[in-house]
């Protein structure tokens, strides 16, 4: 460990490193195959305080199709609107920035985990509480939407795995294990 | 370059499972979860801030006991639950240890008054941990607590449902139970560290402090 203060950008890479396993373990994507279906894991909404209106949702997303697939919407009939945001700490600030499309790349992931990218979800119609289930939408460019249970959870610890897959509309493949919306 | 590339990559791997199975080996390196000690401390006097719960709070009623200091805003659905989250679990090891000297209060301080009353903050607070107090100040008061600590924060733009962010200091902000400045750390929040951290703070005053 002697002399990393010196390298700046390998302290960096040892820190995302360490992340990387330390999410491994937690159950994360672990290898992303093609298996031609996006696959939603690990779901969770964050239970509201008191008197709250918004709230932070996660989840990963692998596609295992050969094919970029953006998310064109997300919704939820719990909440007004639902966007992506992105929570970044600069110089010791914390703000949020709203990412407009969010794209997963053929065989790769994104992680949507507190502190990051995170649902950003807005104007709750009713209170969100632990052990809740919320009805949640999210809509593909190129793949039929994916209807989630998600689970409400304080700090997303503890909850059993979650998994559900879609398969892209130009595939051939089986129809969506969960997933009844219509495609808009 | 091929041959640094994998040098890298196996560097990384080595380090990162020392990193993972080691979180003592975290500390010092970046400046997340680091400590950075304010000396001498800085004194908080002249701060005032208003409580539901606690009424005003002040330098003198800050004094008596250790004080974690978290500035954030209640429309903040990701950084400060988090945050607030994580201190609870510390909360709970500090309690469960037990000694009366050991016990920190932890003060949650909005920086959106417009948004947040004190009643509200009471409730939010109280939500993470019974024992966290939740304040907010005019915005003169916020701006002098501010200057004290270091501390910034902006708001963001309006969206189309008058909801706005709020670009704050993230750091938590270490009082000593003279009510004075005496530690910035930034989150993420580990509560072991955090408390080994708050022990060699209070067995290890600063030099220049007023003690």
């Known amino acids: ?184 | 370059m091929r041959w640094r590339a994998a040098k890298a990559v196996l560097l990384v791997g080595l380090l990162s499972s020392v990193v993972a199975g080691c979180e003592d080996e975290q500390e010092g390196r970046g400046q997340k979860g680091t400590v950075n000690r304010v000396d001498p401390p800085q004194s908080l006097d002249g701060v005032q801030l208003s409580s539901h719960a606690h009424g005003e709070i002040t330098a003198d009623t800050l004094k008596g006991a250790w004080t974690i200091l978290f500035l954030g805003f209640t429309h903040c659905p990701d950084v400060c639950p988090l945050v607030l989250n994580d201190l609870a679990h510390f909360q709970s090891l500090r309690h469960q240890m037990g000694e009366v000297g050991k016990q920190v209060r932890v003060l949650f301080v909005s920086v959106d008054p417009a948004r947040d009353s004190p009643r509200k903050l009471s409730e939010y607070a109280a939500y993470f941990d019974p024992s966290f107090m939740g304040a907010t100040a005019t915005s003169e008061g916020i701006q002098a607590l501010e200057s004290a600590l270091g501390a910034y924060h902006r708001f963001g733009p309006r969206d189309g449902q008058g909801n706005y962010d709020v670009h704050h200091s993230a750091e938590l902000y270490v009082l000593n139970d003279q009510a004075q400045l005496t530690a910035r750390i930034l989150p993420p929040v580990i509560p072991e560290t955090l408390s080994r951290h708050l022990d060699a703070l209070m067995t290890a005053p600063a030099m220049g402090g007023a003690l």
């Open chain 1, 1 to 184: 460990m002697i002399g990393v203060k010196r390298y700046g950008l390998l302290s960096v890479f040892v820190v995302l490193g360490g992340l990387a396993i330390f999410f491994l373990m937690l159950g994360a994507p672990q290898i992303d195959t093609m298996d031609g279906k996006l696959t939603v894991r690990n779901v969770w909404l964050r239970a509201m305080p008191p008197g709250g209106s918004m709230t932070a949702g996660y989840l990963d997303i692998a596609n295992g199709t050969d094919h970029a697939v953006r998310i064109v919407g997300i919704s939820s009939s719990a909440f007004q609107d639902v966007q992506i945001h992105e929570s970044v700490v600069r110089e010791q600030v914390s703000s949020m920035s709203s990412v407009g499309a969010l794209v997963i790349p053929s065989g790769g992931h994104v992680s949507l985990r507190p502190g990051g990218l995170h649902l950003m979800m807005m104007g709750a119609h009713h209170g969100i509480s632990e052990g809740d289930r919320i009805p949640l939408t999210l809509s593909f460019d190129r793949a039929d939407p994916l209807v989630i249970d998600a689970p409400v959870s304080r700090d997303g610890v503890g909850l059993a795995l979650y998994e559900t897959t879609a398969s892209l509309k130009t595939g051939h493949c089986a129809l969506p294990k969960v997933g009844e919306g219509h495609p808009k």
